[in-house]
Protein backbone atom coordinates (compact mmCIF):
# COMPACT_ATOMS: atom_id res chain seq x y z
CA UNK A 1 0.00 0.00 0.00
CA UNK A 2 0.69 3.80 0.29
CA UNK A 3 0.66 6.30 2.50
CA UNK A 4 1.42 9.89 2.00
CA UNK A 5 2.04 12.74 4.96
CA UNK A 6 1.75 15.72 4.78
CA UNK A 7 0.69 19.08 7.40
CA UNK A 8 -2.66 20.67 6.50
CA UNK A 9 -2.25 23.91 6.45
CA UNK A 10 0.86 26.31 6.72
CA UNK A 11 0.24 30.45 6.64
CA UNK A 12 3.61 32.28 5.66
CA UNK A 13 3.88 36.23 4.76
CA UNK A 14 4.38 37.72 1.34
CA UNK A 15 8.29 37.62 0.12
CA UNK A 16 8.74 34.92 2.44
CA UNK A 17 10.63 31.28 1.95
CA UNK A 18 8.28 28.19 2.97
CA UNK A 19 9.23 24.97 2.84
CA UNK A 20 6.24 22.09 3.05
CA UNK A 21 7.32 18.63 3.59
CA UNK A 22 5.63 15.35 2.71
CA UNK A 23 6.30 11.81 3.84
CA UNK A 24 5.52 8.85 1.84
CA UNK A 25 6.11 4.91 2.48
CA UNK A 26 5.45 2.95 -0.82
CA UNK A 27 5.78 -0.38 -1.86
CA UNK A 28 8.22 0.16 -5.04
CA UNK A 29 9.18 3.78 -6.11
CA UNK A 30 8.04 4.92 -9.15
CA UNK A 31 8.25 9.09 -8.42
CA UNK A 32 7.35 11.92 -6.07
CA UNK A 33 5.41 14.92 -7.68
CA UNK A 34 4.13 18.15 -6.43
CA UNK A 35 0.74 19.67 -7.76
CA UNK A 36 -0.88 23.52 -6.68
CA UNK A 37 -4.85 24.02 -6.22
CA UNK A 38 -6.14 26.94 -6.34
CA UNK A 39 -9.81 27.26 -4.58
CA UNK A 40 -12.16 25.75 -6.94
CA UNK A 41 -9.70 24.91 -10.08
CA UNK A 42 -7.90 21.46 -11.10
CA UNK A 43 -4.99 20.55 -9.57
CA UNK A 44 -2.10 21.64 -11.79
CA UNK A 45 1.68 20.13 -12.30
CA UNK A 46 4.36 21.59 -10.12
CA UNK A 47 7.66 19.20 -10.49
CA UNK A 48 8.50 15.55 -10.30
CA UNK A 49 11.54 13.62 -8.30
CA UNK A 50 12.40 10.48 -9.09
CA UNK A 51 16.50 10.83 -7.74
CA UNK A 52 17.57 12.29 -4.69
CA UNK A 53 18.45 16.24 -4.92
CA UNK A 54 17.29 18.87 -5.20
CA UNK A 55 15.18 20.30 -8.79
CA UNK A 56 14.68 23.96 -9.44
CA UNK A 57 12.18 25.66 -11.43
CA UNK A 58 11.84 29.47 -10.78
CA UNK A 59 10.44 30.49 -7.30
CA UNK A 60 9.85 26.58 -6.95
CA UNK A 61 12.05 23.37 -5.72
CA UNK A 62 11.58 20.61 -4.95
CA UNK A 63 13.93 17.81 -2.82
CA UNK A 64 13.65 13.96 -2.64
CA UNK A 65 15.59 11.64 -0.07
CA UNK A 66 14.48 7.80 -1.31
CA UNK A 67 16.00 6.62 1.64
CA UNK A 68 14.08 8.75 4.57
CA UNK A 69 10.62 8.62 2.33
CA UNK A 70 11.07 11.97 2.53
CA UNK A 71 10.19 15.21 -0.28
CA UNK A 72 9.83 19.05 0.59
CA UNK A 73 8.58 21.99 -2.01
CA UNK A 74 10.27 24.77 -1.07
CA UNK A 75 8.50 27.95 -2.22
CA UNK A 76 10.57 31.26 -2.55
CA UNK A 77 9.69 35.02 -2.83
CA UNK A 78 6.45 34.31 -1.46
CA UNK A 79 3.40 35.92 -3.60
CA UNK A 80 -0.30 36.35 -2.39
CA UNK A 81 -0.90 34.27 -5.54
CA UNK A 82 0.91 31.03 -4.14
CA UNK A 83 -2.47 31.00 -1.33
CA UNK A 84 -3.33 27.28 -2.65
CA UNK A 85 -3.32 23.97 -1.61
CA UNK A 86 -0.06 22.18 -2.20
CA UNK A 87 -0.65 18.34 -2.96
CA UNK A 88 1.79 15.33 -3.21
CA UNK A 89 1.71 12.54 -4.61
CA UNK A 90 3.49 9.36 -5.90
CA UNK A 91 2.97 6.74 -8.02
CA UNK A 92 1.47 3.64 -7.56
CA UNK A 93 3.09 0.04 -7.18
CA UNK A 94 2.32 -0.37 -10.95
CA UNK A 95 3.51 2.74 -12.02
CA UNK A 96 -0.42 3.20 -13.84
CA UNK A 97 -1.71 5.56 -11.46
CA UNK A 98 -1.11 8.63 -9.15
CA UNK A 99 -1.54 8.05 -5.55
CA UNK A 100 -1.90 11.79 -3.73
CA UNK A 101 -1.51 12.76 0.08
CA UNK A 102 -4.53 15.10 2.04
CA UNK A 103 -2.55 18.53 0.64
CA UNK A 104 -1.67 21.14 2.33
CA UNK A 105 -3.50 24.65 2.10
CA UNK A 106 -0.64 27.77 2.24
CA UNK A 107 -2.07 30.86 3.15
CA UNK A 108 0.02 34.16 1.86
CA UNK A 109 -0.60 37.34 3.89
CA UNK A 110 0.74 40.55 3.26
CA UNK B 1 -6.27 22.94 -26.84
CA UNK B 2 -9.35 21.19 -25.63
CA UNK B 3 -7.02 18.82 -23.41
CA UNK B 4 -9.58 17.24 -20.89
CA UNK B 5 -13.02 17.81 -21.06
CA UNK B 6 -16.05 16.91 -18.43
CA UNK B 7 -18.98 16.91 -18.80
CA UNK B 8 -21.34 17.71 -16.97
CA UNK B 9 -19.72 20.62 -14.49
CA UNK B 10 -22.69 20.71 -12.30
CA UNK B 11 -25.38 18.16 -11.41
CA UNK B 12 -28.19 17.17 -8.46
CA UNK B 13 -28.90 13.56 -8.21
CA UNK B 14 -31.75 12.12 -5.84
CA UNK B 15 -30.69 8.64 -3.97
CA UNK B 16 -30.74 6.28 -5.80
CA UNK B 17 -30.85 7.49 -9.26
CA UNK B 18 -28.17 7.14 -12.04
CA UNK B 19 -25.90 8.91 -13.95
CA UNK B 20 -22.82 8.91 -15.99
CA UNK B 21 -19.85 11.39 -15.68
CA UNK B 22 -18.16 12.13 -19.32
CA UNK B 23 -14.42 12.57 -19.75
CA UNK B 24 -12.86 12.83 -22.99
CA UNK B 25 -9.06 13.95 -23.71
CA UNK B 26 -8.01 14.71 -27.07
CA UNK B 27 -3.75 14.21 -26.35
CA UNK B 28 -4.32 11.12 -27.51
CA UNK B 29 -3.09 9.72 -23.65
CA UNK B 30 -2.79 5.76 -23.00
CA UNK B 31 -3.85 6.80 -19.07
CA UNK B 32 -6.50 8.06 -17.97
CA UNK B 33 -7.92 8.49 -14.04
CA UNK B 34 -11.03 9.27 -12.14
CA UNK B 35 -10.53 10.90 -8.74
CA UNK B 36 -12.73 12.40 -6.11
CA UNK B 37 -12.07 15.41 -3.89
CA UNK B 38 -14.07 15.79 -0.79
CA UNK B 39 -12.97 18.63 2.22
CA UNK B 40 -9.58 17.63 4.57
CA UNK B 41 -9.57 13.97 2.25
CA UNK B 42 -7.71 15.06 -0.62
CA UNK B 43 -7.87 13.58 -3.88
CA UNK B 44 -8.76 9.85 -4.00
CA UNK B 45 -8.54 7.27 -7.01
CA UNK B 46 -11.90 5.87 -7.73
CA UNK B 47 -10.61 3.95 -11.09
CA UNK B 48 -8.23 4.11 -13.54
CA UNK B 49 -7.21 3.14 -17.18
CA UNK B 50 -4.11 2.40 -18.79
CA UNK B 51 -5.18 1.93 -22.53
CA UNK B 52 -8.41 0.80 -24.38
CA UNK B 53 -10.50 -1.87 -23.15
CA UNK B 54 -8.42 -1.85 -19.83
CA UNK B 55 -9.52 -0.60 -16.67
CA UNK B 56 -8.86 -0.83 -12.93
CA UNK B 57 -9.93 -0.20 -9.47
CA UNK B 58 -8.24 2.83 -7.25
CA UNK B 59 -8.43 3.19 -3.31
CA UNK B 60 -12.13 3.64 -3.59
CA UNK B 61 -13.95 1.62 -6.64
CA UNK B 62 -17.22 1.14 -4.78
CA UNK B 63 -20.36 2.30 -6.29
CA UNK B 64 -18.88 3.35 -9.26
CA UNK B 65 -18.03 2.10 -12.91
CA UNK B 66 -16.03 2.70 -15.43
CA UNK B 67 -15.66 1.32 -19.32
CA UNK B 68 -12.74 2.26 -21.95
CA UNK B 69 -14.04 1.68 -25.44
CA UNK B 70 -11.97 4.02 -26.99
CA UNK B 71 -8.53 6.13 -26.25
CA UNK B 72 -10.56 9.24 -26.20
CA UNK B 73 -13.29 8.52 -23.42
CA UNK B 74 -13.47 7.53 -19.85
CA UNK B 75 -16.78 7.65 -18.62
CA UNK B 76 -17.79 7.30 -14.69
CA UNK B 77 -20.89 5.87 -14.04
CA UNK B 78 -22.57 6.02 -10.73
CA UNK B 79 -25.63 3.56 -10.72
CA UNK B 80 -27.56 3.72 -7.94
CA UNK B 81 -26.74 7.42 -6.52
CA UNK B 82 -26.10 8.04 -2.30
CA UNK B 83 -25.47 11.12 -0.73
CA UNK B 84 -21.89 9.97 0.50
CA UNK B 85 -21.11 10.34 -3.40
CA UNK B 86 -21.72 13.89 -2.78
CA UNK B 87 -18.23 15.01 -4.20
CA UNK B 88 -16.13 16.78 -7.00
CA UNK B 89 -14.96 14.83 -9.38
CA UNK B 90 -11.90 15.06 -11.39
CA UNK B 91 -10.95 13.14 -14.78
CA UNK B 92 -6.95 12.95 -15.86
CA UNK B 93 -4.91 11.72 -18.50
CA UNK B 94 -1.36 11.38 -18.77
CA UNK B 95 1.07 10.45 -21.80
CA UNK B 96 3.77 7.87 -22.02
CA UNK B 97 6.83 9.41 -20.23
CA UNK B 98 8.27 9.46 -17.22
CA UNK B 99 7.30 12.73 -16.21
CA UNK B 100 3.91 11.49 -15.38
CA UNK B 101 2.35 14.96 -15.53
CA UNK B 102 -1.77 14.72 -14.95
CA UNK B 103 -3.97 16.74 -17.07
CA UNK B 104 -6.96 16.98 -15.29
CA UNK B 105 -10.60 17.96 -16.69
CA UNK B 106 -12.40 21.43 -14.82
CA UNK B 107 -13.83 18.94 -12.31
CA UNK B 108 -17.84 18.12 -12.05
CA UNK B 109 -19.27 19.18 -8.94
CA UNK B 110 -22.04 16.58 -7.65
CA UNK B 111 -24.80 16.55 -5.07
CA UNK B 112 -26.59 13.95 -3.94
CA UNK B 113 -29.73 14.70 -2.13
Known sequence: GQNIDQPTEMTATEGAIVQINCTYQTSGFNGLFWYQQHAGEAPTFLSYNVLDGLEEKGRFSSFLSRSKGYSYLLLKELQMKDSASYLCASRNQAGTALIFGKGTTLSVSS | ?113
Open chain 2, 1 to 113: NAGVTQTPKFQVLKTGQSMTLQCAQDMNHEYMSWYRQDPGMGLRLIHYSVGAGITDQGEVPNGYNVSRSTTEDFPLRLLSAAPSQTSVYFCASRGRGNTGELFFGEGSRLTVL
